[in-house]
């Protein structure tokens, strides 16, 4: 899964190009941070075709995970053995997120004897940006600077001293140690994408 933001956001941040040493940390530290932000969000960002997922809906909703949703290609019912399924027609996508079953019907009706679960639906689709969104590019960057600029390898170290060179960062500045962390302030800027509070139930990936 690609990174969401490379070393020529950084470079336009920073507002110089990366000395050697940061160039040899900068592709793990994006690495790190674009894992942190999916994690958090629970959104991937990037463009994906032909996702399928496993959903138990709210009534007859199903609310597709992934944001944006770009298309809705195919919703079938998830029958007794966990495995198997059958087609459905007459669902309708909201154009959003949201696919409606209460019209739904079976295009191949399930075998004799193989009843479907209740409310378990497998759903394929497409979604994500075509870019990532500037907001998200602005915190993965911010994470990363933070590490990068940091003047010890050490978490929460914000004064370093050798010899008679001393390096000080104010107050608050996050001198981040060797590796990425997400602030209170990253959340906030990343709440808008964040999972919704409620809604239909992942029950599996497809």
Not at 63 to 83: F, H, I, K, S
Not at 124 to 129: E, I, L
Request: aromatic share 6%.
């Amino acid at each position: 899964m690609p990174d969401l933001a490379d070393v020529e956001d950084l470079v336009a941040r920073l507002g110089r190009v990366l000395t050697e040493d940061e160039q040899a940390r900068a592709a793990a530290l994006l690495a790190d941070a674009s894992a942190l932000v999916r994690d958090f969000t629970r959104q991937e960002f990037t463009t994906v075709a032909g996702d399928v997922i496993v959903l138990r809906p709210v009534g007859a909703l199903l609310r597709l995970p992934q944001r944006p949703v770009t298309a809705v290609t195919a919703v079938e019912a998830v029958l007794g053995d966990g495995t198997s399924t059958a087609a459905l027609s007459g669902w309708t996508w909201d154009g959003r997120d949201k696919v409606d079953l209460t019209q739904a019907t079976w295009t191949t009706p399930p075998a004799p004897g193989a009843s479907p679960w209740p409310n378990t639906y497998r759903v394929t689709y497409d979604h994500g940006d075509a870019d990532v969104p500037p907001g998200v590019v602005a915190v993965v960057c911010a994470m990363v600077l933070r590490t990068l600029l940091s003047p010890s390898m050490t978490a929460g170290m914000v004064a370093e001293r050798i010899g008679s060179y001393n390096y000080q960062l104010q107050q608050g500045s996050g001198a981040a140690g060797a590796t990425v962390v997400m602030t209170a302030a990253d959340e906030k800027a990343l709440a808008r994408w964040g999972p919704r509070r409620a809604g239909t139930i992942q029950v599996a990936a497809g």
